[in-house]
Protein backbone atom coordinates (compact mmCIF):
# COMPACT_ATOMS: atom_id res chain seq x y z
CA UNK A 1 0.00 0.00 0.00
CA UNK A 2 1.62 3.66 -0.66
CA UNK A 3 2.38 6.49 1.80
CA UNK A 4 -0.55 8.61 1.83
CA UNK A 5 0.53 11.98 0.28
CA UNK A 6 -2.29 14.21 1.61
CA UNK A 7 -1.53 16.51 4.29
CA UNK A 8 -3.96 19.30 5.39
CA UNK A 9 -4.77 19.95 1.46
CA UNK A 10 -8.81 19.58 0.32
CA UNK A 11 -8.90 16.04 -0.32
CA UNK A 12 -10.74 15.51 -4.06
CA UNK A 13 -14.15 13.94 -4.19
CA UNK A 14 -13.10 10.99 -5.95
CA UNK A 15 -10.48 10.22 -3.39
CA UNK A 16 -13.26 10.34 -0.11
CA UNK A 17 -14.75 6.72 -0.34
CA UNK A 18 -14.51 5.70 3.49
CA UNK A 19 -18.40 5.58 4.90
CA UNK A 20 -19.86 5.51 8.52
CA UNK A 21 -18.91 2.24 8.97
CA UNK A 22 -15.20 3.04 8.35
CA UNK A 23 -16.03 5.60 11.11
CA UNK A 24 -17.48 3.08 13.39
CA UNK A 25 -14.08 0.54 12.85
CA UNK A 26 -11.42 3.44 13.43
CA UNK A 27 -12.94 4.79 16.36
CA UNK A 28 -13.77 1.53 18.32
CA UNK A 29 -10.77 -0.13 16.85
CA UNK A 30 -8.26 2.50 18.00
CA UNK A 31 -9.40 2.92 21.23
CA UNK A 32 -9.27 -0.86 22.01
CA UNK A 33 -5.93 -0.33 23.85
CA UNK A 34 -3.80 0.11 26.87
CA UNK A 35 -3.73 3.61 26.36
CA UNK A 36 -7.31 4.20 26.67
CA UNK A 37 -8.05 1.14 29.34
CA UNK A 38 -5.99 3.35 32.41
CA UNK A 39 -8.61 5.83 32.01
CA UNK A 40 -10.95 3.26 33.57
CA UNK A 41 -8.57 3.03 36.30
CA UNK A 42 -9.03 6.60 37.51
CA UNK A 43 -11.77 6.30 39.61
CA UNK A 44 -11.15 3.34 41.20
CA UNK A 45 -7.75 5.36 42.32
CA UNK A 46 -9.83 8.18 42.94
CA UNK A 47 -11.50 5.98 45.99
CA UNK A 48 -14.66 5.84 44.41
CA UNK A 49 -16.85 2.18 44.85
CA UNK A 50 -17.26 0.00 41.52
CA UNK A 51 -21.06 2.11 40.59
CA UNK A 52 -20.01 5.32 41.43
CA UNK A 53 -16.96 4.67 38.88
CA UNK A 54 -18.97 3.09 36.57
CA UNK A 55 -21.68 5.98 36.72
CA UNK A 56 -19.10 8.73 36.34
CA UNK A 57 -17.08 7.14 33.58
CA UNK A 58 -20.73 6.52 31.69
CA UNK A 59 -21.90 10.47 32.77
CA UNK A 60 -18.97 11.87 31.14
CA UNK A 61 -18.49 9.95 28.01
CA UNK A 62 -22.27 10.47 27.33
CA UNK A 63 -21.89 14.03 27.32
CA UNK A 64 -18.62 14.49 26.17
CA UNK A 65 -19.85 12.53 23.17
CA UNK A 66 -23.36 14.29 22.40
CA UNK A 67 -20.98 17.45 22.26
CA UNK A 68 -17.86 16.34 20.34
CA UNK A 69 -20.03 13.86 17.77
CA UNK A 70 -21.41 17.11 15.60
CA UNK A 71 -17.30 18.01 14.69
CA UNK A 72 -17.63 15.10 12.55
CA UNK A 73 -20.12 17.04 10.00
CA UNK A 74 -17.25 20.00 10.02
CA UNK A 75 -14.49 18.19 8.00
CA UNK A 76 -17.01 16.23 5.57
CA UNK A 77 -18.42 19.81 4.41
CA UNK A 78 -14.85 21.46 3.89
CA UNK A 79 -12.71 17.90 2.91
CA UNK A 80 -9.90 18.91 5.31
CA UNK A 81 -8.63 18.47 8.64
CA UNK A 82 -11.13 19.97 11.70
CA UNK A 83 -7.60 22.65 12.75
CA UNK A 84 -7.95 24.08 9.10
CA UNK A 85 -11.27 24.06 8.75
CA UNK A 86 -11.48 26.16 12.10
CA UNK A 87 -9.93 29.30 9.67
CA UNK A 88 -13.15 29.60 8.97
CA UNK A 89 -13.67 30.97 12.87
CA UNK A 90 -10.58 31.72 13.87
CA UNK A 91 -9.06 32.82 10.42
CA UNK A 92 -6.67 31.37 8.24
CA UNK A 93 -3.90 32.20 10.51
CA UNK A 94 -5.41 32.15 13.59
CA UNK A 95 -6.35 28.46 13.11
CA UNK A 96 -3.26 27.78 14.23
CA UNK A 97 -4.94 27.89 17.88
CA UNK A 98 -6.44 24.35 17.10
CA UNK A 99 -3.44 23.21 14.97
CA UNK A 100 -1.67 23.92 18.36
CA UNK A 101 -4.55 22.56 20.85
CA UNK A 102 -4.69 19.14 18.48
CA UNK A 103 -0.90 18.79 18.54
CA UNK A 104 -0.98 19.09 22.22
CA UNK A 105 -3.76 16.63 22.66
CA UNK A 106 -2.12 14.35 20.69
CA UNK A 107 1.02 14.58 21.55
CA UNK A 108 -0.12 13.68 25.44
CA UNK A 109 -2.42 10.50 24.36
CA UNK A 110 0.50 9.43 22.34
CA UNK A 111 2.94 9.42 25.21
CA UNK A 112 0.53 8.15 27.51
CA UNK A 113 -0.09 5.01 25.24
CA UNK A 114 3.43 3.90 24.72
CA UNK A 115 4.33 4.59 27.96
CA UNK A 116 1.59 2.14 29.42
CA UNK A 117 1.75 -0.24 26.75
CA UNK A 118 5.42 -0.55 27.27
CA UNK A 119 4.62 -0.46 30.89
CA UNK A 120 2.63 -3.59 30.64
CA UNK A 121 5.18 -5.25 28.19
CA UNK A 122 7.93 -5.44 30.08
CA UNK A 123 5.80 -6.41 33.16
CA UNK A 124 4.54 -9.75 31.11
CA UNK A 125 8.16 -10.66 29.50
CA UNK A 126 9.31 -10.00 33.10
CA UNK A 127 6.86 -13.17 34.11
CA UNK A 128 7.11 -14.94 31.29
CA UNK A 129 10.73 -14.73 30.26
CA UNK A 130 12.65 -13.21 33.23
CA UNK A 131 13.02 -9.97 31.55
CA UNK A 132 14.88 -7.51 34.25
CA UNK A 133 12.56 -4.35 34.50
CA UNK A 134 15.87 -2.28 34.08
CA UNK A 135 16.65 1.39 32.16
CA UNK A 136 17.82 -0.38 29.13
CA UNK A 137 15.13 -2.95 28.92
CA UNK A 138 12.36 0.40 29.52
CA UNK A 139 14.19 2.12 26.56
CA UNK A 140 14.69 -1.18 24.04
CA UNK A 141 10.28 -1.53 24.23
CA UNK A 142 9.68 1.85 24.04
CA UNK A 143 11.72 2.14 21.14
CA UNK A 144 10.17 -0.95 19.75
CA UNK A 145 6.38 0.62 19.99
CA UNK A 146 7.28 3.84 18.88
CA UNK A 147 8.95 2.18 15.91
CA UNK A 148 5.93 0.84 15.10
CA UNK A 149 3.60 3.34 15.59
CA UNK A 150 5.83 5.17 13.08
CA UNK A 151 5.49 3.24 10.45
CA UNK A 152 1.87 3.03 10.52
CA UNK A 153 1.69 6.80 10.76
CA UNK A 154 3.85 8.07 8.05
CA UNK A 155 2.11 4.87 5.44
CA UNK A 156 -1.15 7.46 6.72
CA UNK A 157 -4.79 7.11 6.71
CA UNK A 158 -5.73 3.77 4.38
CA UNK A 159 -3.64 1.50 6.39
CA UNK A 160 -4.58 2.84 10.05
CA UNK A 161 -8.12 2.23 8.86
CA UNK A 162 -7.12 -1.56 8.00
CA UNK A 163 -5.41 -1.86 11.14
CA UNK A 164 -8.42 -0.41 13.31
CA UNK A 165 -11.00 -2.94 11.20
CA UNK A 166 -8.72 -5.63 12.47
CA UNK A 167 -8.31 -4.64 16.38
CA UNK A 168 -11.82 -4.19 16.35
CA UNK A 169 -12.40 -7.76 16.35
CA UNK A 170 -9.12 -9.11 17.69
CA UNK A 171 -8.72 -6.50 20.65
CA UNK A 172 -13.06 -7.36 21.96
CA UNK A 173 -11.83 -11.00 21.37
CA UNK A 174 -8.63 -10.52 24.00
CA UNK A 175 -11.16 -8.41 26.24
CA UNK A 176 -13.64 -10.66 26.58
CA UNK A 177 -11.07 -13.02 27.58
CA UNK A 178 -9.51 -11.14 30.38
CA UNK A 179 -12.92 -10.54 31.73
CA UNK A 180 -12.74 -14.22 32.23
CA UNK A 181 -9.04 -14.48 33.51
CA UNK A 182 -9.84 -11.28 36.26
CA UNK A 183 -13.17 -12.59 37.08
CA UNK A 184 -12.25 -14.67 40.44
CA UNK A 185 -10.39 -11.86 41.97
CA UNK A 186 -13.36 -8.78 41.32
CA UNK A 187 -14.82 -6.86 43.93
CA UNK A 188 -17.01 -3.74 43.95
CA UNK A 189 -16.24 -2.17 46.98
CA UNK A 190 -13.59 0.70 47.41
CA UNK A 191 -10.24 0.04 47.02
CA UNK A 192 -8.85 0.46 50.58
CA UNK A 193 -4.87 1.81 49.03
CA UNK A 194 -6.34 4.51 47.52
CA UNK A 195 -6.97 6.43 50.73
CA UNK A 196 -10.58 7.02 50.82
CA UNK A 197 -11.81 10.02 48.67
CA UNK A 198 -9.06 11.98 46.35
CA UNK A 199 -11.12 15.18 47.31
CA UNK A 200 -12.49 14.92 50.87
CA UNK A 201 -16.30 13.72 50.22
CA UNK A 202 -17.84 12.03 47.62
CA UNK A 203 -19.53 14.42 45.15
CA UNK A 204 -16.37 16.43 44.37
CA UNK A 205 -14.37 13.73 43.60
CA UNK A 206 -17.35 11.55 41.83
CA UNK A 207 -17.13 14.89 39.65
CA UNK A 208 -13.52 15.32 38.76
CA UNK A 209 -13.65 11.53 37.93
CA UNK A 210 -16.76 12.31 35.26
CA UNK A 211 -14.32 14.84 33.73
CA UNK A 212 -11.20 13.39 34.17
CA UNK A 213 -11.90 9.58 33.00
CA UNK A 214 -14.89 10.03 31.13
CA UNK A 215 -15.24 13.52 29.40
CA UNK A 216 -11.49 13.54 28.53
CA UNK A 217 -12.42 10.73 26.38
CA UNK A 218 -14.52 12.38 23.60
CA UNK A 219 -12.73 15.46 24.40
CA UNK A 220 -9.47 14.34 23.11
CA UNK A 221 -11.01 13.83 19.51
CA UNK A 222 -12.08 17.51 19.17
CA UNK A 223 -9.36 17.44 16.44
CA UNK A 224 -9.03 14.31 15.45
CA UNK A 225 -12.54 13.23 13.68
CA UNK A 226 -12.10 15.69 10.79
CA UNK A 227 -8.92 13.24 9.69
CA UNK A 228 -11.35 10.35 9.38
CA UNK A 229 -15.09 12.40 8.12
CA UNK A 230 -12.36 14.28 5.35
CA UNK A 231 -12.50 11.29 3.85
CA UNK A 232 -16.22 10.78 3.69
CA UNK A 233 -17.94 12.28 0.47
CA UNK A 234 -21.31 14.11 1.57
CA UNK A 235 -22.58 13.38 -1.71
CA UNK A 236 -22.65 10.01 -0.90
CA UNK A 237 -23.32 9.87 2.40
CA UNK A 238 -25.82 12.48 4.45
CA UNK A 239 -24.93 14.05 7.29
CA UNK A 240 -26.94 12.35 9.41
CA UNK A 241 -25.51 9.00 9.34
CA UNK A 242 -22.01 10.42 9.86
CA UNK A 243 -22.83 11.91 13.03
CA UNK A 244 -24.77 8.20 13.80
CA UNK A 245 -21.64 6.70 13.01
CA UNK A 246 -19.21 9.08 14.99
CA UNK A 247 -21.61 9.14 17.96
CA UNK A 248 -21.89 5.02 18.03
CA UNK A 249 -18.38 4.96 17.24
CA UNK A 250 -17.29 7.18 20.22
CA UNK A 251 -19.42 5.41 22.61
CA UNK A 252 -18.28 2.32 21.97
CA UNK A 253 -14.66 2.73 21.54
CA UNK A 254 -14.49 4.50 25.28
CA UNK A 255 -16.50 2.97 27.11
CA UNK A 256 -15.92 -0.56 26.35
CA UNK A 257 -11.91 0.16 26.90
CA UNK A 258 -12.41 2.48 29.82
CA UNK A 259 -15.03 -0.06 31.81
CA UNK A 260 -12.70 -3.23 31.06
CA UNK A 261 -9.64 -0.61 32.99
CA UNK A 262 -12.42 -0.09 35.96
CA UNK A 263 -13.27 -4.01 36.12
CA UNK A 264 -9.71 -5.29 36.05
CA UNK A 265 -8.42 -2.42 38.85
CA UNK A 266 -10.86 -3.40 41.18
CA UNK A 267 -9.78 -7.29 40.34
CA UNK A 268 -5.80 -6.29 40.69
CA UNK A 269 -6.34 -4.74 44.10
CA UNK A 270 -4.72 -1.52 41.44
CA UNK A 271 -5.37 1.27 43.52
CA UNK A 272 -1.85 3.63 43.24
CA UNK A 273 -0.33 1.65 40.03
CA UNK A 274 -1.67 0.00 37.27
CA UNK A 275 0.50 -1.76 34.87
CA UNK A 276 2.17 -3.42 37.76
CA UNK A 277 -0.76 -4.87 39.63
CA UNK A 278 -2.73 -5.84 36.05
CA UNK A 279 -0.19 -8.18 35.01
CA UNK A 280 0.48 -9.73 38.79
CA UNK A 281 -2.98 -10.63 38.85
CA UNK A 282 -3.46 -11.93 35.44
CA UNK A 283 -3.59 -15.99 35.14
CA UNK A 284 -0.58 -17.49 33.30
CA UNK A 285 -2.71 -18.18 30.54
CA UNK A 286 -3.88 -14.67 29.95
CA UNK A 287 -0.12 -13.36 30.04
CA UNK A 288 -0.05 -13.85 26.23
CA UNK A 289 -3.23 -11.87 25.18
CA UNK A 290 -2.40 -9.45 27.75
CA UNK A 291 1.27 -8.87 25.61
CA UNK A 292 -0.65 -9.41 22.60
CA UNK A 293 -3.13 -6.37 23.60
CA UNK A 294 -0.03 -4.19 25.03
CA UNK A 295 1.41 -4.54 21.50
CA UNK A 296 -1.40 -4.15 19.03
CA UNK A 297 -3.60 -2.10 20.72
CA UNK A 298 -0.90 0.29 21.85
CA UNK A 299 0.35 0.82 18.03
CA UNK A 300 -2.88 1.24 16.80
CA UNK A 301 -4.07 4.22 18.98
CA UNK A 302 -0.76 5.86 18.60
CA UNK A 303 -0.66 4.79 15.28
CA UNK A 304 -3.56 7.39 14.75
CA UNK A 305 -2.46 10.30 17.09
CA UNK A 306 0.61 10.56 15.78
CA UNK A 307 -0.74 10.81 12.23
CA UNK A 308 -3.06 13.43 13.35
CA UNK A 309 0.11 15.55 15.06
CA UNK A 310 1.80 14.97 11.47
CA UNK A 311 -1.16 16.21 10.16
CA UNK A 312 -1.34 19.38 12.47
CA UNK A 313 2.31 20.45 12.34
CA UNK A 314 2.06 20.08 9.12
CA UNK A 315 -0.41 22.56 9.46
CA UNK A 316 1.48 24.14 11.51
CA UNK A 317 4.36 24.64 8.44
CA UNK A 318 3.20 24.68 5.14
CA UNK A 319 6.84 23.89 3.96
CA UNK A 320 7.17 20.73 5.89
CA UNK A 321 5.42 17.03 4.17
CA UNK A 322 3.28 15.14 6.28
CA UNK A 323 5.41 12.77 6.39
CA UNK A 324 8.41 14.43 7.60
CA UNK A 325 6.28 15.95 10.52
CA UNK A 326 5.25 13.11 11.39
CA UNK A 327 9.05 11.80 12.08
CA UNK A 328 9.55 15.02 13.93
CA UNK A 329 6.65 14.58 16.10
CA UNK A 330 7.45 11.29 16.86
CA UNK A 331 11.03 12.30 18.29
CA UNK A 332 9.09 14.32 20.72
CA UNK A 333 6.51 12.15 21.73
CA UNK A 334 9.01 9.30 22.72
CA UNK A 335 11.05 11.96 24.73
CA UNK A 336 8.00 12.27 26.78
CA UNK A 337 7.56 8.72 27.06
CA UNK A 338 10.87 8.45 28.63
CA UNK A 339 10.00 11.72 31.07
CA UNK A 340 7.15 10.32 32.15
CA UNK A 341 8.49 7.25 33.46
CA UNK A 342 11.28 8.42 35.06
CA UNK A 343 10.10 11.87 36.13
CA UNK A 344 5.73 11.71 37.00
CA UNK A 345 3.47 10.07 38.95
CA UNK A 346 1.17 8.42 36.62
CA UNK A 347 -2.30 9.05 37.99
CA UNK A 348 -1.04 12.82 38.83
CA UNK A 349 0.10 13.11 35.34
CA UNK A 350 -2.60 11.82 33.83
CA UNK A 351 -5.38 13.61 35.76
CA UNK A 352 -3.37 16.93 35.36
CA UNK A 353 -3.05 16.29 31.58
CA UNK A 354 -6.43 15.63 30.66
CA UNK A 355 -7.67 18.64 32.66
CA UNK A 356 -5.71 21.27 31.39
CA UNK A 357 -5.85 19.96 27.75
CA UNK A 358 -9.84 19.56 28.37
CA UNK A 359 -9.94 23.42 30.04
CA UNK A 360 -8.02 25.11 26.72
CA UNK A 361 -9.91 23.00 24.36
CA UNK A 362 -13.12 22.90 25.07
CA UNK A 363 -13.65 26.73 23.92
CA UNK A 364 -12.44 25.99 20.77
CA UNK A 365 -14.71 23.54 19.91
CA UNK A 366 -17.60 25.43 21.45
CA UNK A 367 -16.77 28.69 19.23
CA UNK A 368 -16.23 25.82 15.74
CA UNK A 369 -19.46 24.42 16.45
CA UNK A 370 -21.12 27.93 16.90
CA UNK A 371 -19.63 28.83 13.39
CA UNK A 372 -21.00 25.55 11.58
CA UNK A 373 -24.01 26.31 12.76
CA UNK A 374 -24.29 29.81 11.57
CA UNK A 375 -23.07 29.06 7.96
CA UNK A 376 -24.91 25.94 7.94
CA UNK A 377 -22.12 23.75 7.17
CA UNK A 378 -21.43 25.89 3.76
CA UNK A 379 -17.43 26.82 3.34
CA UNK A 380 -15.38 27.80 0.50
CA UNK A 381 -12.53 25.02 0.67
CA UNK A 382 -10.50 27.02 -1.30
CA UNK A 383 -10.39 29.97 1.04
CA UNK A 384 -9.28 27.53 4.37
CA UNK A 385 -6.28 27.13 2.32
CA UNK A 386 -4.51 30.33 1.66
CA UNK A 387 -2.07 29.72 4.81
CA UNK A 388 -0.82 26.63 3.36
CA UNK A 389 -0.27 27.69 -0.23
CA UNK A 390 1.56 30.96 1.80
CA UNK A 391 -1.05 33.45 -0.21
CA UNK A 392 -3.01 36.33 1.13
CA UNK A 393 -6.61 36.91 1.43
CA UNK A 394 -9.99 35.32 0.71
CA UNK A 395 -12.98 35.52 2.84
CA UNK A 396 -11.20 33.91 5.95
CA UNK A 397 -8.25 36.41 6.06
CA UNK A 398 -10.05 39.00 8.52
CA UNK A 399 -7.46 40.79 10.03
CA UNK A 400 -3.77 39.40 8.73
CA UNK A 401 -5.31 36.15 8.96
CA UNK A 402 -6.55 36.42 12.26
CA UNK A 403 -10.01 36.99 13.60
CA UNK A 404 -9.46 38.97 16.32
CA UNK A 405 -12.81 38.23 18.26
CA UNK A 406 -12.72 34.46 17.59
CA UNK A 407 -9.00 34.46 19.36
CA UNK A 408 -9.95 36.58 22.43
CA UNK A 409 -13.13 34.64 23.12
CA UNK A 410 -11.02 31.17 23.12
CA UNK A 411 -8.43 32.92 25.04
CA UNK A 412 -11.36 34.49 27.79
CA UNK A 413 -12.95 30.42 27.99
CA UNK A 414 -9.35 28.77 28.25
CA UNK A 415 -8.54 31.75 30.84
CA UNK A 416 -11.87 30.61 32.71
CA UNK A 417 -11.01 27.35 32.64
CA UNK A 418 -7.36 27.35 34.05
CA UNK A 419 -8.54 29.05 36.69
CA UNK A 420 -11.61 26.78 37.44
CA UNK A 421 -9.78 23.44 37.59
CA UNK A 422 -8.69 21.29 40.19
CA UNK A 423 -5.67 19.41 39.87
CA UNK A 424 -3.10 16.77 42.57
CA UNK A 425 -0.87 20.14 42.60
CA UNK A 426 -2.94 23.10 41.93
CA UNK A 427 -6.42 24.06 42.80
CA UNK A 428 -8.27 27.26 40.65
CA UNK A 429 -9.25 30.43 42.69
CA UNK A 430 -12.74 30.22 40.86
CA UNK A 431 -13.35 26.83 42.55
CA UNK A 432 -14.71 28.09 45.70
CA UNK A 433 -17.46 29.62 43.68
CA UNK A 434 -18.44 26.15 42.55
CA UNK A 435 -17.84 24.15 45.92
CA UNK A 436 -14.73 22.50 45.06
CA UNK A 437 -16.49 21.04 42.54
CA UNK A 438 -14.66 20.95 39.16
CA UNK A 439 -16.52 22.48 36.64
CA UNK A 440 -13.37 23.50 34.53
CA UNK A 441 -15.31 22.01 30.99
CA UNK A 442 -18.57 24.02 31.63
CA UNK A 443 -16.89 27.46 32.43
CA UNK A 444 -14.44 27.40 29.67
CA UNK A 445 -17.24 26.10 26.87
CA UNK A 446 -19.34 28.64 28.44
CA UNK A 447 -16.87 31.45 28.71
CA UNK A 448 -15.84 30.86 25.14
CA UNK A 449 -18.86 30.66 23.60
CA UNK A 450 -21.30 33.63 24.99
CA UNK A 451 -17.70 35.49 24.59
CA UNK A 452 -17.59 34.86 20.83
CA UNK A 453 -21.67 35.30 20.49
CA UNK A 454 -20.93 39.42 21.97
CA UNK A 455 -18.34 39.73 20.35
CA UNK A 456 -19.82 38.92 16.99
CA UNK A 457 -23.38 39.55 17.80
CA UNK A 458 -23.63 42.34 15.20
CA UNK A 459 -21.92 40.54 12.13
CA UNK A 460 -18.13 41.43 13.18
CA UNK A 461 -15.89 38.65 12.90
CA UNK A 462 -18.27 36.83 10.98
CA UNK A 463 -17.16 35.55 7.27
CA UNK A 464 -19.22 36.88 4.49
CA UNK A 465 -20.68 34.54 1.66
CA UNK A 466 -18.23 32.18 0.01
CA UNK A 467 -16.65 34.01 -2.68
CA UNK A 468 -13.87 33.51 -5.63
CA UNK A 469 -10.83 32.07 -4.25
CA UNK A 470 -8.01 34.12 -3.33
CA UNK A 471 -5.25 34.08 -5.98
CA UNK A 472 -1.15 33.38 -4.44
CA UNK A 473 -0.17 36.85 -3.23
CA UNK A 474 -3.64 38.75 -3.30
CA UNK A 475 -3.05 41.51 -1.07
CA UNK A 476 -6.62 42.58 -0.99
CA UNK A 477 -8.94 42.75 2.26
CA UNK A 478 -12.01 40.16 2.04
CA UNK A 479 -15.43 40.92 2.76
CA UNK A 480 -15.12 39.31 6.31
CA UNK A 481 -12.41 42.12 7.07
CA UNK A 482 -14.07 44.94 6.04
CA UNK A 483 -17.26 43.55 7.98
CA UNK A 484 -14.60 43.06 10.96
CA UNK A 485 -13.81 46.60 10.84
CA UNK A 486 -10.09 45.68 9.37
Known sequence: MPIEQRGVDTIPDEERTSGPRDLVSILVGSNLCLGVIIFGWLPPSFGLGWWASVSAIVAGTVVGTLFTAPLAL????????????????????????????????ALGYTALTVWIGGDVMLDVLGRLLGVPANGVSYALVYAVLAAATVAGAVYGYRVLLAMSRVLAIGMTALLLLGVLAYAPHFTTAALPGAGGYL??????????????????????????????????????????????????????????????????????????????????????????????????????NAGLMLYSMGLDLDAILPRASRARATYTVAVVATGCVFAGHYAWNAQSAMTSFVLLLTAIGT????????????????????????????????IYWYRAGWNVQAAAAWATGALVGLLAVSLPSYEGPLLGLTGGVDCSFLLSGLAGGVTYLLLTARGAGAPAAPQEPAEPGERGESAAAVAAGG
Open 363 to 394: PWAVITLIGFVRCRGVYDADALQVFNRRSRGG
Open 199 to 300: LGSFWPTWFLAAVAAGLSGPIAFITLLGDYTRYVSPARHTGRRVLHATWLGLVLGLLVPQLFGTFTAYAARAATDYAGPLVAASPTWYLVPLLLAATAGSVG
Open 74 to 105: VSLRTATNLSTSSGAQFGVRGRLVGSVVGLLL
